[in-house]
């Protein structure tokens, strides 16, 4: 099952081993739209590196990229102190999305107990289990969301449904199929007329360089809006639904997701409009429950947001300055959203209200105590 975007007559994951069996190949995101190049990573170290400076991003890849680096590290020492170390270094690279640890936590489980001379082949089959398993959760997650969008085209026959989102949440950000993106694309491949509002989404415009790519890659109706254009076309209408990924759900259904976030959902809220969060589990903290509170919010630096990359007139591309010179600027990547802004939860079992107890229905094995 996968559904690869095609990219110059090439169908691709976000992540796959290199024809020599043990590098990693993933897709630079730092340089699209307006280069399609692939980077190869062959240690620990550079899997750290992709995902810190966001050669890699969005929350499952993230996590199956440290699976892969875990499994780079112990080709050189399997040894518990190296194991430790790998998962350490890669562990501390971004705070906010929860995939990353989840996703370090299970490699350190599959492999702690096993021998040294069977760690490496557990650890890329492990690597591979968990990449092929987010593929699996990214299209249950389009098939529930579709039918939320069925029900809202067949109250308007003929007319597209008018889809907006933020930061990018596609086939870019997990191994394949996306999660807020996911049902958009089975909609339109069953024929349903979508549209979509592409936040641009300052500060490193993911929106309308990653999501945009995206759907011109595979013929879906869109347009790029600037991040404050949407409280205005829900006003007056242009909105059916808006549907975002996340980087962390806390067991009560706070949701950590892209800077701007929140103050969509608000927007949302005032007109009436459907606000939807998708999401595999392994998104969610099960441990936490006041995201305000206690989801880490990651910093970034100042230069994300005075400079942008752009391609010139002359078809050059660089980064280009915005800001007036000598001037500060505070950069947070994420805001979180309260439950009580949020439509529904579309998970790969089914879609929860936000709440404890809406998570707790659907995951039981994961929320015993939790919900009560």
């Known amino acids: 099952m996968g559904f690869h975007v095609n990219i110059h007559g090439?169908?691709?994951?976000?992540?796959?081993?290199?024809?020599?069996?043990?590098?990693?190949?993933?897709?630079?995101?730092?340089?699209?739209?307006?280069?399609?190049?692939?980077?190869?990573?062959?240690?620990?170290?550079?899997?750290?590196?992709?995902?810190?400076?966001?050669?890699?991003?969005?929350?499952?890849?993230?996590?199956?990229?440290?699976?892969?680096?875990?499994?780079?590290?112990?080709?050189?020492?399997?040894?518990?102190?190296?194991?430790?170390?790998?998962?350490?270094?890669?562990?501390?690279?971004?705070?906010?999305?929860?995939?990353?640890?989840?996703?370090?936590?299970?490699?350190?489980?599959?492999?702690?107990?096993?021998?040294?001379?069977?760690?490496?082949?557990?650890?890329?089959?492990?690597?591979g289990a968990i990449c092929d398993e987010d593929v699996a959760l990214c299209h249950a997650i389009g098939e529930h969301g579709l039918g939320v969008i069925r029900e809202i085209a067949a109250k308007k026959p003929g007319a597209p449904v008018n889809i907006l989102t933020h930061c990018n949440a596609g086939w870019l950000a997990t191994v394949d199929w996306g999660t807020a993106l996911a049902p958009i694309y089975l909609a339109h491949d069953a024929g349903i007329p979508v549209h979509v509002w592409v936040d641009e989404t300052r500060p490193r415009n993911q929106g309308a360089a990653l999501t945009a790519y995206e759907?011109?890659?595979?013929?879906?109706?869109?347009?790029?809006?600037?991040?404050?254009?949407?409280?205005?076309?829900?006003?007056?209408?242009?909105?059916?639904?808006?549907?975002?990924?996340?980087?962390?759900?806390?067991?009560?259904?706070?949701?950590?997701?892209?800077?701007?976030?929140?103050l969509k959902a608000l927007a949302a809220k005032d007109n009436g409009v459907p606000f939807y969060v998708a999401l595999p589990s392994p998104t969610i903290d099960w441990a936490l429950r006041d995201g305000l509170k206690e989801i880490p919010i990651e910093e970034r630096a100042g230069r994300e947001v005075t400079h942008l990359f752009g391609q010139g007139e002359d078809g050059s591309t660089g980064f280009f300055q915005v800001a007036a010179p000598g001037s500060a600027a505070c950069n947070p990547a994420f805001?979180?959203?309260?439950?009580?802004?949020?439509?529904?939860?579309?998970?790969?079992?089914?879609?929860?209200?936000?709440?404890?107890?809406?998570?707790?229905?659907?995951?039981p094995e994961m929320t015993s105590g939790v919900a009560a």
């Not at 993933?26 to 995902?51: G, K, W, Y």
């Not at 254009?229 to 806390?250: F, K, N, Y």
């Open 10 to 127: 090439r169908h691709y994951r976000t992540i796959w081993l290199d024809e020599d069996g043990w590098g990693v190949r993933v897709i630079d995101q730092t340089r699209l739209p307006f280069h399609f190049e692939t980077v190869r990573l062959s240690t620990a170290d550079e899997a750290a590196h992709a995902i810190r400076h966001m050669t890699v991003r969005g929350a499952p890849l993230i996590g199956a990229t440290a699976a892969y680096g875990v499994a780079l590290a112990l080709r050189v020492d399997s040894s518990n102190p190296a194991l430790e170390q790998a998962l350490a270094l890669l562990g501390a690279t971004r705070p906010t999305a929860v995939n990353l640890h989840w996703a370090l936590a299970r490699m350190r489980r599959r492999l702690i107990d096993l021998p040294q001379a069977e760690r490496v082949a557990a650890a890329y089959a492990e690597a």
């Open 215 to 262: 759907l011109g890659s595979h013929g879906v109706p869109h347009a790029v809006i600037v991040d404050n254009a949407g409280g205005h076309l829900m006003q007056h209408g242009e909105v059916d639904m808006v549907i975002v990924g996340s980087d962390r759900t806390t067991a009560t259904g706070d949701v950590a997701n892209k800077i701007g976030t929140y």
């Open 335 to 363: 805001d979180v959203t309260p439950a009580r802004l949020v439509t529904g939860l579309i998970t790969e079992r089914g879609i929860a209200p936000a709440s404890a107890e809406g998570l707790a229905k659907l995951f």
